[in-house]
């Protein structure tokens, strides 16, 4: 069941904050948001009346009489978000507080094209919400990453470099055809930003750059994401200094990603005659010693460090998070971390940590789930 939800201005606001945790009681609610008491609950009636909140038990007193709990009631709805990858796609269905319900990744070809990898997403929903997610509980919201730009204004995909028919394709139009409901569509790495933002309490303003087929980055300023006109964080096609030259995919010579991006990688390893299919390959050969690899990987590390020291001068961040499937080859943050200490300003470097990512695999799942709760909400 399709629905979308019914709730107007400040109710959605109200709503967010419970579904997110900020608030589990109408005090808190009335603290939040600088709305009176009186208009707090009459707006948390109504939502009750919905079915979107529950109100149950008791709360954190502070002081005086417990305040009843609020919740999200169990069936306010479901989220169903992907996260297209060049080989495959991870799907979710999440409840309104962004918590996966049932997470599972299928082979997917991005190269087919953009209508039949989006039926093929679209029909996946649809068997996890008939297998998952009871009759009565209703889908609100679709969203879905890709690896490639978008334009925030129409949610086209705008030139990318590895999606074969993609350009300019109206992805949000598209699902909307099978879903009359709110439609994210989003980069990667800016949802992988989102969700890896979750994990790190206290820190405002993050780069969390995603390494795998291919390279990218998202940045969150105080707090929220920064799209730009949907160019942000685009650290891919950034040039780099080389003895040599190499063509990447866009048709500029030595960009990041021709060098440092795991398609890259598994090209120069083929070269070598050594066959990889995946960026997981490479951080098994990393793991298992295998000095073509590990030289490999040290060098796209440092190359990647070399384009984040200019940025982490220029944005000094709290954190610099590498996520992405060559992640979990150390040597590469390793190298990063050398590249940006050894050129950055002290001040810049002083109190910045360089990580590997903490929220996982299902970072760009939780980051949609995040900003599809947003755009359900409003009006």
């Known amino acids: 069941m399709n629905q979308r939800l019914p709730v107007r201005g400040p109710q959605g606001d109200l709503l967010r904050l419970v579904a997110t945790g900020k608030a589990e009681s109408r005090a808190e609610l009335a603290r939040l948001s600088g709305l009176a008491a009186s208009s707090i609950s009459l707006r948390v009636e109504e939502l ?19 305040p009843r709990r609020l919740r999200l009631s169990p069936a306010a709805g479901v989220l169903a978000v992907a996260d297209l990858g060049a080989h495959h796609v991870r799907l979710g269905l999440l409840d309104l507080s962004g918590s996966p319900l049932v997470i599972q990744e299928r082979p997917c070809e991005i190269a087919d094209g953009p209508r039949a990898t989006l039926d093929r997403v679209a029909d996946a929903f649809d068997a996890l919400l008939a297998e998952h997610v009871p009759a009565g509980v209703p889908l609100r919201g679709v969203g879905t990453g890709v690896p490639g730009p978008v334009d925030p204004a129409t949610l086209r995909v705008v030139t990318p470099s590895r999606m074969p028919g993609w350009n300019d394709f109206p992805v949000a139009d598209h699902l909307a055809t099978r879903y009359d409901l ?20 206290g820190s405002e303003n993050l780069m969390v750059v995603k390494a795998g087929t291919g390279i990218g980055c ?7 994401l920064h799209r730009g006109r949907g160019a942000a964080g685009d650290i891919s096609h950034v040039r780099v200094r080389s003895d040599s030259s190499i063509l ?7 960009c990041l990603e021709a060098y440092a991006s795991g398609a890259a990688l598994a090209g120069a390893l083929a070269e070598a005659g050594i066959e990889v299919t995946r960026p997981a390959d490479i951080v ?7 000095p073509e690899a ?23 961040p709290d954190v610099v998070a590498v996520g992405g499937s060559l992640s979990a080859a150390e040597p590469l943050i390793t190298s990063i ?21 903490r929220a996982g695999r299902d ?10 709760l947003e755009a359900v909400t409003r009006p």
């Open 48 to 66: 009750i009346d919905a079915g979107l909140l529950a109100e149950e038990g008791s709360g954190t007193s502070r002081g005086g009489r417990r």
């Open 182 to 201: 709110p439609v994210l569509v989003e980069n990667d790495a800016n949802l992988m930003a989102v969700g890896e933002a979750r994990h790190w309490p």
């Open 218 to 224: 998202g940045v969150v300023v105080n707090g929220r």
């Open 248 to 254: 990447c995919a866009c048709g500029h010579p030595d």
């Open 284 to 290: 098994t050969l990393v793991n298992d010693a295998v």
């Open 294 to 316: 590990t030289s490999l990987v040290r060098n796209a590390g440092r190359r990647i460090g070399e384009v984040l020291t200019v940025l982490v001068n220029f944005f000094n």
């Open 337 to 357: 971390r050398a590249a940006v200490w050894e050129r950055c300003l002290p001040l810049a470097t002083r109190d910045l940590e360089i990580a590997p990512a």
């Open 363 to 372: 970072a760009a799942l939780l980051g949609a789930g995040t900003l599809l």
